[in-house]
């Protein structure tokens, strides 16, 4: 299996199991945004979603580290850590977006 085949079915996975709505709509704010921090995502989508910021910052880490389509950059430890979506998959995002039906 490739990478890029690995991302995709981690991505259908976590996008499957989104019984609320706000992963499927915090990975089309990845898309339109593409550089963002954790109070960016949360005040988008505490705006249409019950989510507190802990729920919000743990899922951009878990996209992160087990997804694999987010890199992240801190200029220094006073400063928020800066996400952003690899360029290589956007499409992916995407496509998988548009593919997955959640249950």
């Known amino acids: ?20 709505g706000y992963r499927k709509k915090c990975l089309i704010l990845f898309i339109k945004i593409k550089k963002f921090t954790v109070n960016q995502i949360y005040d988008l ?12 910052a743990s899922m951009i880490g ?5 997804v694999g389509i987010l890199k992240s950059h801190k200029e220094s430890y006073k400063t928020p850590t800066v996400y952003t979506v690899k360029d290589e998959y956007v499409l992916l995002i ?5 593919s997955v039906s959640i249950v």
């Open 1 to 20: 299996m490739s990478l890029k085949e690995s991302i995709m079915f981690r991505l259908e996975q976590f996008i499957a199991a989104d019984s609320t």
């Open 45 to 56: 989508l505490s705006k249409d979603y019950q989510v507190t910021r802990n729920e919000v």
């Open 62 to 66: 878990y996209i992160q580290s087990k």
């Open 94 to 98: 995407d496509s998988c977006l548009k």
